[in-house]
């Protein structure tokens, strides 16, 4: 377990229904609620009952959706993950909680980029995120990309034309080191020949570690996945340094087609924008295994976050693998932000003979802490656990404080109750 498990704690996991939990959250506490909820489908849902499947979908669906909208502060926003299956029933249950004049959108997301193949009919290869505003007149959720740069700054152009620049991959923000941020300084391979850079050595590569101008450790931006995860975006390459050359990694910034002014963000996400289904999976593999059946990729919820201010209350209650509390993680540590996470998911068993249970992995929320304490470990920021129940004399009475410190000194691992 990481060191940092303090106050500030970027992980927060609790384990119990989010009913219960939601109760215990002050109201206007969280800027940001992620909910992806089982979708009906027959399979993952209790009730198998087609006739009334959706009234009690919904029936499940609403008191959870009302103590959402209590916990929202004034400039918060919620974005739901949906199908086809329920996604009518959502958008007039939230036009009905949170009011028609507070819907924002309604984004297609193409997580399955070659389509279903099972089964009769359309190839489907998207779902939607339905997304809604506290209140749309002080909801500070800006959907367009930070990027405000000048087409000048792109001065390389790819095989197909595209333009891009070189930025050192290294953070030259000298506030992150080895000490304040020790996930992140570790050895990268690459072949200045080439271009290649790799997580793991490969034939011709040489071993490159972080360092300032002067020599002094550094640390990388980015954490291994996502350098695993975007092999075209990293080049490594020779440069003149104080000291004569020396071989560095840099990150391949790519111009948008409208650079120079803010992009807003289009109601249709790609998959090769945001990853998918499959991007997911392999994630989630190289944290924890292959123990999760439909995760969601960390770049869909890197997007989301990242529409809301760097120091947002973030809260899922349907937390699955813990992506949302991911995302968080990589968003902080690229940007320097302060984004917290409260994951929230049941003791729901995993199936007999499943991957997860082979694992060890009793239930859903022993996933959800085992891949929140890689990621604590690989990514940095720690992980505060808590457990409650429904009966209300066992319940946590510090819960409401978010990323509560464990009672324990840096260093020790969380507690979990
Ligand atoms: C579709 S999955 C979420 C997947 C997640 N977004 C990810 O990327 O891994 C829905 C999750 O909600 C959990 N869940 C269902 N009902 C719940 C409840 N009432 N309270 C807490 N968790 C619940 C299930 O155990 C399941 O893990």
Redesign the pocket.
């Known amino acids: 377990m990481a060191a940092d498990t303090g106050p500030g704690a970027w992980n927060t996991f609790i384990e119990?229904?989010?009913?219960d939990v939601l109760a215990t959250l002050d109201a206007g506490s969280v800027d940001l609620v992620y909910a992806?909820?089982?979708?009906n489908t027959g399979n993952?849902f209790a009730y198998r009952d087609r006739f009334g499947a959706h009234e009690a979908w919904a029936a499940?669906m609403r008191p959870?959706m009302q103590a959402v909208h209590r916990v929202l502060a004034p400039r918060g926003a919620l974005f739901v993950?949906i199908d086809d299956n329920e996604a009518a029933h959502l958008r007039l249950l939230l036009d009905e909680v949170f009011g028609e004049e507070n819907f924002l959108a309604q984004v297609v997301v193409n997580l399955n980029a070659k389509g279903r193949q099972l089964g009769r009919g359309f190839a489907t290869s998207h779902e939607y995120v339905l997304v809604y505003a506290r209140d749309a007149r002080t909801c500070a959720l800006d959907a367009s990309s930070a990027d405000t740069v000048d087409e000048a700054d792109f001065p390389l152009s790819a095989d197909d034309g595209r333009r891009f620049r070189h930025l050192p991959l290294r953070n030259t923000n000298k506030k992150f080191n080895p000490l304040t941020t020790p996930t992140l300084h570790y050895p990268l391979y690459g072949d200045p020949d080439s271009g290649r850079v790799s997580v793991s050595p490969f034939p011709g590569s040489v071993e490159v570690l972080p360092v300032f101008g002067d020599g002094r450790p550094a640390v990388w931006r980015w954490s291994p996945p996502l350098v695993h995860e975007r092999p075209d975006d990293v080049v490594c390459r020779i440069v003149r340094g104080r000291a004569g050359n020396r071989v560095d990694v840099f990150q391949r910034d790519w111009l948008h087609r409208d650079g120079g002014r803010r992009k807003k963000l289009h109601t249709i996400w790609l998959s090769e924008e945001i990853g998918s289904t499959d991007t997911?999976v392999a994630e989630l593999k190289d944290l924890v295994g292959h123990v999760?059946e439909?995760?969601?990729p960390t770049g869909l919820l890197r997007r989301i976050v990242a529409t809301m201010p760097p120091d947002s209350v973030v809260l899922?209650?349907?937390?699955?693998?813990?992506?949302?509390g991911h995302a968080v993680a990589l968003l902080n540590a690229a940007d320097g932000g302060t984004r917290r996470c409260i994951s929230?998911?049941?003791a729901?068993p995993t199936r007999e003979g499943s991957n997860a249970r082979l694992a060890g992995l009793a239930t859903?929320a022993d996933i959800t802490r085992a891949r929140l304490a890689a990621v604590a470990e690989r990514v940095g920021g720690g992980l505060v656990n808590h457990r409650i129940s429904g009966d209300p004399d066992v319940r946590d009475p510090l819960l409401p404080v978010v990323g509560r410190r464990n009672g324990g000194k840096p260093g020790e691992p969380p507690v979990i109750r």
Do not use: C, H, I, Q
């Not at 119990?16 to 009913?19: E, F, S």
């Not at 899922?316 to 949302?324: E, K, L």
């Open positions: 119990g229904d989010n009913l992806d909820p089982p979708y993952d499940m959870r993950s997911a999760f439909s995760p969601k899922d209650p349907f937390a699955g693998s813990g992506t949302t929230v998911n049941s729901e859903v």
